[in-house]
């Protein structure tokens, strides 16, 4: 019995926090209303105790199992989700408790005032523009912190008495205390690494999202549509969220995340502790540190060629040891060194120096484990790029480019710019042709329809102005053609009026070669950017390297060589490019480049609301159409 009676208890409890709103908001206000209107035409349950819940069994012949949360529950009634059965079993506890507490002249819990109650234009709904960068970047934290607050400033002062994040009563700001002070390592032990991660991965992009306080805080998701409530109770699992399993989990924890993150509290060490937790072979690594500083000793020309199948059995070691990415180094290490014993003409020392360099520092400050398990997991790298979700992308077309490596990949690369945060985001079209019996046709590639809208070419896509929502996108901004992205065309806003931010450069900027550098926790990626060019001023072909060059110049009279290298795929464009068809009418726009160490090639040329993706669009006769739309 004593357990039958800690469990009414516990019960008592839970029923007296379900108030009007809490209700309300796991259900629906219909739904509320019409449990209401049953219990006052005279609706009685009946309640039989066991030791974790409570049998309830209506008047009307239903019966429903309840527990101290309204995360699970069961009802006789053919409804999938919460029903108006179990509103009233809480709700008849409720009055229940109101008479007796009446009688014995306790203290009545005041109910929460409904929710219509609440002025639409109340300053309890505040807009927050919130990007977590800080959370992956911790020096950004307090300019994230300074912005946030200047926006919160700007509340009108008059409106601040009555409600509104900033102007809580004491009160009200110790009830839900618990979500800023309480510790998040017990909390995020219900979570996989993974899912941590995701959720860590969708707080670098900004949300709009409103806060309210009732009896409930709840933090609204405006661009997903989502809603999380929180009660007073320290507990995540209390929280309600419509979404089901592991979504509505996720959306729990980025809630609290976002809403700690607006107050200032810095949670970088406990998620990155649970984000990334690598687990590698420290004797793999070992054994690669002592084989690299072997072939340093020796020197490469005293190197026997068997060094080669060493590297190959470390680099399988390696990926038994869970180690990708020192998997890779070793690779390249094997492939510049089979180019050395070739002597090919390809083979470059200062290469050679650089990815053993890099590798032996990875090893090293793997070995010694005295980095943040953030550098350990950018050190060790993972077998497939994890992609997330994210709820929204605005991009802009920026073109294409065509490409194919040594071993044997082809592909169309497509460039946009993302105005949610400055940064540029590519979408690739791969194919392997090293078999016989595979072929791709870039004219073919580029003229298929997109995986998100049947009815819109690559051709059209690179071109376009697009919104996406729910699509998935990786650590180095690729974008994934998986299922479940909707994508919507935009009015497509004139390139100048584009603000690009730290990608457009002026030709001297560009001129100015950044110096080779290792570094081990920044990703190597290709420099890209956008100049803006007055006119051509000459084009012609250098039959020793097989090189096209295009001289342009800015309105300022600086000049600047870009180079196209020849391959038969390209010839169309490069003859067109080389006679001068249509150059003489490329004046005042953008060329979209790729700055590389000796040369800078461009990849399009953007003017007023058009785009021309030179490899692709130059042999297609677009050229002489560019500007005039």
Same mark, same amino acid.
């Given at each position: 019995m004593n357990d039958f009676n800690e469990f009414k208890q516990k019960f008592s409890h839970f029923s007296k926090l379900c108030t009007e709103d809490y209700l309300i908001r796991y259900a629906n206000k219909g739904l509320y209303k019409r449990a209401l209107k049953e219990l006052d035409q005279g609706v009685q349950v009946q309640y039989t105790w066991n030791t974790a819940s409570v049998s309830c069994q209506l008047s009307?012949?239903?019966?429903?199992?309840?527990?101290? *949360?309204?995360?699970?529950?069961?009802?006789?009634?053919?409804?999938?989700?919460?029903?108006?059965?179990?509103?009233?079993?809480?709700?008849?506890?409720?009055?229940?408790?109101?008479?007796?507490?009446?009688? *014995?002249?306790?203290?009545?819990?005041?109910?929460?005032?409904?929710?219509?109650?609440?002025?639409?234009?109340?300053?309890?709904?505040?807009?927050?523009?919130?990007?977590?960068?800080?959370?992956?970047?911790?020096?950004?934290?307090?300019?994230?912190?300074?912005?946030?607050?200047?926006?919160?400033?700007?509340?009108?002062?008059?409106?601040?008495?009555?409600?509104?994040?900033?102007?809580?009563?004491?009160?009200?700001?110790?009830?839900?205390?618990?979500?800023?002070?309480?510790?998040? @390592?017990?909390?995020?032990?219900?979570?996989?690494? *993974?899912?941590?991660?995701?959720?860590?991965?969708?707080?670098?992009?900004?949300?709009?999202?409103?806060?309210?306080?009732?009896?409930? %805080? @709840?933090?609204?998701?405006?661009?997903?549509?989502?809603?999380?409530?929180?009660?007073?109770?320290?507990?995540?699992?209390?929280? %309600?969220?419509?979404?089901?399993?592991?979504?509505?989990?996720?959306?729990?924890?980025?809630?609290?995340?976002?809403?700690?993150?607006?107050?200032?509290?810095?949670? @970088?060490?406990?998620?990155?502790?649970?984000?990334?937790?690598?687990?590698?072979?420290?004797?793999?690594?070992?054994?690669?540190?002592?084989?690299?500083?072997?072939? %340093?000793? @020796?020197?490469?020309?005293?190197?026997?060629?068997?060094?080669?199948?060493?590297?190959?059995?470390l680099a399988i070691a390696a990926h038994s040891g869970n180690l990708p990415e020192i998997e890779r180094s070793l690779r390249g290490i094997q492939g510049e060194l089979q180019l050395f014993f070739k002597r090919h003409v390809r083979f470059s020392m200062q290469t050679m120096l650089d990815r053993i360099s890099k590798l032996y520092l990875a090893l090293e400050v793997l070995e010694q484990g005295e980095i943040p398990v953030r550098q350990q997991s950018q050190l060790v790298g993972s077998f497939r790029s994890k992609y997330f979700t994210v709820p929204s992308l605005h991009l802009y077309g920026l073109g294409a480019d065509s490409w194919e490596t040594r071993s044997g990949f082809r592909g169309i690369t497509y460039y946009f710019y993302c105005f949610d945060d400055g940064q540029i985001y590519t979408y690739s079209d791969v194919r392997a042709v090293y078999y016989e019996d595979q072929q791709f046709?870039?004219?073919?590639?580029?003229?298929?329809?997109?995986?998100?809208?049947?009815? %819109?070419?690559?051709?059209?896509?690179?071109?376009?102005?697009?919104?996406?929502?729910?699509?998935?996108?990786?650590?180095?901004?690729?974008?994934?053609?998986?299922?479940?992205?909707?994508?919507?065309?935009?009015?497509?806003?004139?390139?100048?009026?584009?603000?690009?931010?730290?990608?457009?450069?002026?030709?001297?900027?560009?001129?100015?070669?950044?110096?080779?550098?290792?570094d081990l926790f920044t990703e190597p990626k290709e420099r890209l950017a956008l100049i803006e060019v007055a006119r051509i001023t000459e084009h012609s072909f250098n039959k020793q390297t097989q090189d096209l060059i295009l001289i342009v110049e800015d309105t300022e009279g600086a000049r600047l060589p870009l180079t196209l290298p020849y391959s038969s795929d390209w010839q169309s464009m490069i003859n067109r490019l080389e006679s001068g068809f249509g150059s003489q009418k490329l004046e005042h726009f953008y060329a979209f480049v790729r700055i590389e160490t000796k040369r800078i090639s461009p990849i399009s040329f953007l003017k007023g609301q058009t785009l021309l993706s030179l490899k692709l669009d130059s042999s297609s006769g677009r050229m002489g159409r560019f500007g005039r739309r």
């Open positions: 009307e012949g239903i019966e429903c199992t309840l527990y101290a *949360t309204l995360d699970d529950w069961q009802c006789s009634c053919p409804s999938e989700n919460i029903c108006k059965h179990v509103l009233i079993a809480i709700l008849y506890d409720q009055r229940q408790q109101i008479t007796e507490n009446s009688v *014995t002249g306790e203290d009545i819990v005041e109910v929460a005032k409904p929710l219509e109650d609440v002025p639409a234009s109340s300053p309890s709904l505040l807009d927050v523009k919130l990007s977590s960068a800080d959370f992956v970047d911790p020096d950004t934290a307090k300019e994230y912190k300074l912005a946030v607050q200047d926006k919160f400033h700007q509340v009108n002062e008059s409106d601040k008495p009555d409600y509104g994040l900033q102007s809580h009563s004491p009160e009200t700001n110790v009830r839900f205390r618990w979500m800023l002070e309480a510790d998040l @390592t017990p909390i995020l032990k219900s979570y996989t690494s *993974t899912m941590v991660e995701e959720v860590v991965f969708r707080l670098r992009y900004p949300e709009d999202i409103q806060i309210m306080e009732d009896t409930l %805080l @709840t933090v609204h998701f405006k661009s997903q549509n989502i809603e999380v409530s929180f009660t007073e109770e320290p507990q995540l699992t209390k929280a %309600l969220c419509k979404l089901k399993q592991t979504a509505g989990k996720m959306a729990k924890l980025e809630a609290l995340l976002r809403y700690r993150l607006y107050h200032g509290v810095d949670d @970088t060490d406990a998620l990155s502790v649970r984000a990334y937790e690598p687990k590698f072979s420290l004797q793999t690594i070992q054994e690669c540190r002592d084989m690299l500083g072997g072939m %340093l000793k @020796t020197g490469l020309a005293r190197l026997p060629q068997s060094y080669n199948a060493q590297l190959e059995t046709s870039y004219a073919e590639h580029y003229a298929a329809f997109t995986p998100w809208l049947p009815s %819109l070419t690559f051709s059209q896509f690179t071109g376009e102005e697009v919104q996406f929502q729910s699509v998935k996108v990786n650590e180095e901004r690729r974008i994934s053609s998986g299922d479940g992205a909707k994508l919507t065309i935009l009015p497509r806003t004139g390139v100048t009026g584009v603000h690009f931010g730290e990608y457009l450069i002026d030709i001297p900027a560009a001129l100015q070669r950044e110096p080779d550098s290792i």
